[in-house]
């Protein structure tokens, strides 16, 4: 299987495109890429954004090592990450790292000045680069650089360091080609500081490690630039006070036309990235506040007003154009769509565009608006890619849907239910609890450990699109929308509720049965693909005319 993907998620917006990416793989898709080595990197160590990702895939990695062969959890994931270290007093701002007041401190204040405004060169780092992507790209270069020179120096510290292990296996990929793929937004901070640079900082790197013993023109370099897409408060006047820099949303709008000029026109990228996906949103009225408010019914319980700078405060709904990120990803790495040779002959930086999505009160979403570009097969015993994404997400929300209809969330209940009906399947506490986090964490969890649900990631990804346009009836994937519901009393998966000839559990069991087997078992990879096989037998025609096809 392919060794030579990698995948760079950068700031929140690049955390959140990673978490789609990592629940895609959850749910089936993406297998033919066998591995992804993904570094997960940000300058904000306690941003929720970056935590929610990272603990999804040790989520992830810890579930696919225990269950074999399952469709389930489909892409191997290695996990690195770097967090470039603002903390210390001699590294907090931009004055302390350049080491402004030493030698000719007149001078050197004279020369920064030319480039950055006071403002820029004291605010402190430890919340990110806050929109000042040309002092976020200049300082990112170096944090990457200083990495690798300390590794080399140190053999204790090369042990642990992660950005090191990451670009060394890029060197070792380099023997036959390494794929670079990254993930970050146009008008923010750290995603967009670190684009323009990754591939240079990357190959500087590479030639560190290798001694010079390294070809740039077998590293190929793609990534999404996301346009603005959503807003929050401005900062309050205190805030602007106290702060100095601060990002505000109202100016992302002119920061992505920036980036875009940039991206399109500027040399060096046109030099080092083969492709470039360029995805935006017919309206960029996802309101956080309004959001969190009315999907996630969460209050202002710190009292926090105007704009949340970072750290544990910030986290972002998920969206469908991250979804479309995770898209363009696979459509870079995957040798059905992006050929080794096709990649060889791109001269110049090609651009994708997903501009698809045009509404005026009501916007329709169809699998084939996911991807890139269609499977060119015609090996009619395939499903087409396009049918695949919708089957897979179905099989896997349904399961979510039982587990918290029936069972309080937990796997490990399911299987107790079945071995009443002689499917015994072994599954250790840790796995269970593994496991029934992934699940609830991808459809919803309680809120607060009582009673009402908070939505999961692709809830989120469709209650957003409430929010912004409205949805209902079957404008998603053709799925009636009352599918996506996630409040307590409408978890009961609608594929089982047919006709009410028969109980939902009734018709569930007795499907399982004689799709599987009458006495099955085996370890939690076996109970995954005959869940998966279950819910797959079950049709969406079946749903959407709710006739009973047993």
């Given at each position: 299987m392919a060794n030579n993907n990698f995948l760079i998620a950068a700031g929140g917006t690049g955390m959140r495109c990673l978490q789609a990416f990592v629940n895609l793989c959850a749910i089936g898709m993406y297998k033919e890429l066998g591995k992804v080595h993904v570094l997960l990197m940000d300058t904000d160590e306690e941003n929720k954004d970056k935590r929610n990702a990272e603990n999804l895939i040790q989520s992830y990695r810890k579930i696919r090592n225990s269950i074999g062969g399952s469709e389930y959890f489909s892409c191997d994931i290695e996990l690195?990450?770097?967090?470039p270290d603002y903390s210390k007093d001699d590294r907090r701002n931009f004055v302390m790292l350049s080491q402004l007041e030493r030698g000719a401190s007149d001078i050197n204040h004279k020369l920064a000045n030319i480039f950055y405004e006071d403002a820029a060169q004291e605010f402190n780092l430890s919340h990110g680069y806050r929109a000042q992507t040309h002092l976020g790209s200049y300082l990112m270069y170096h944090a990457f650089i200083e990495e690798i020179k300390k590794a080399i120096s140190n053999p204790v510290y090369q042990n642990s360091s992660e950005l090191y292990k990451f670009i060394k296996d890029i060197s070792t990929a380099n023997e036959s080609e390494a794929r670079v793929f990254a993930f970050g937004s146009s008008f923010g901070g750290t995603g967009a500081s670190s684009i323009p640079i990754i591939p240079k900082a990357i190959s500087d790197c590479a030639k560190i490690i290798t001694g010079g013993n390294i070809n740039p023109d077998k590293i190929y370099y793609s990534g999404v630039v996301l346009s603005n897409y959503f807003k929050f408060s401005s900062p309050t006047d205190t805030q602007k006070r106290d702060e100095k820099v601060i990002a505000d949303s109202?100016?992302?709008?002119?920061?992505?036309?920036?980036?875009?000029?940039?991206?399109?026109?500027?040399?060096t990228i046109s030099k080092t990235y083969k492709r470039l996906y360029l995805l935006g949103w017919p309206k960029a009225d996802v309101d956080l506040e309004k959001y969190k408010s009315e999907v996630l019914q969460a209050q202002d319980t710190n009292n926090v007003a105007g704009t949340t700078t970072g750290g544990k405060l910030q986290e972002n709904p998920a969206h469908l154009l991250e979804v479309f990120a995770a898209s363009a990803a696979h459509h870079f790495f995957s040798p059905t769509f992006t050929g080794k040779d096709e990649l060889k002959n791109i001269a110049s930086t090609q651009f994708q565009y997903k501009?698809?999505?045009e509404f005026d009160d009501r916007l329709v979403i169809e699998a084939d608006d996911i991807l890139f570009k269609k499977s060119d097969t015609n090996d009619i015993t395939?499903?087409?890619y396009h049918e695949e994404v919708r089957k897979n997400l179905i099989s896997f929300y349904?399961?979510?849907?039982?587990l918290r209809a029936k069972y309080d969330g937990n796997i490990n209940y399911l299987a107790d239910d079945l071995k009443l009906y002689n499917s015994k399947y072994n599954i250790t506490d840790e796995i269970s609890e593994t496991l029934s986090y992934f699940i609830n964490y991808f459809s919803a969890y309680?809120?607060?450990g009582g009673k009402d649900l908070v939505p999961g990631w692709f809830s989120q990804v469709f209650s957003t699109l409430k929010i912004s346009v409205g949805v209902e009836g079957k404008e998603f994937l053709g799925i009636d929308s009352n599918y996506f519901?996630?409040?307590?009393?409408?978890?009961?998966?609608?594929?089982?509720?047919?006709?009410?000839?028969?109980s939902p559990e009734d018709i569930f069991i007795t499907k399982f049965k004689k799709i599987n087997g009458n006495e099955v078992g085996g370890e939690i990879g076996e109970m995954l693909e005959a869940l998966r096989k279950t819910f797959n037998s079950f049709t969406l025609d079946s749903y959407n005319s709710k006739e009973d096809t047993l």
């Open positions: 690195s990450v770097f967090v109202q100016f992302f709008s002119h920061n992505s036309a920036a980036a875009l000029n940039f991206y399109v026109n500027d040399f501009s698809l999505l395939q499903i087409p349904s399961l979510a849907k039982l309680p809120k607060d519901k996630y409040s307590t009393q409408d978890w009961f998966v609608p594929y089982l509720e047919l006709n009410g000839k028969k």
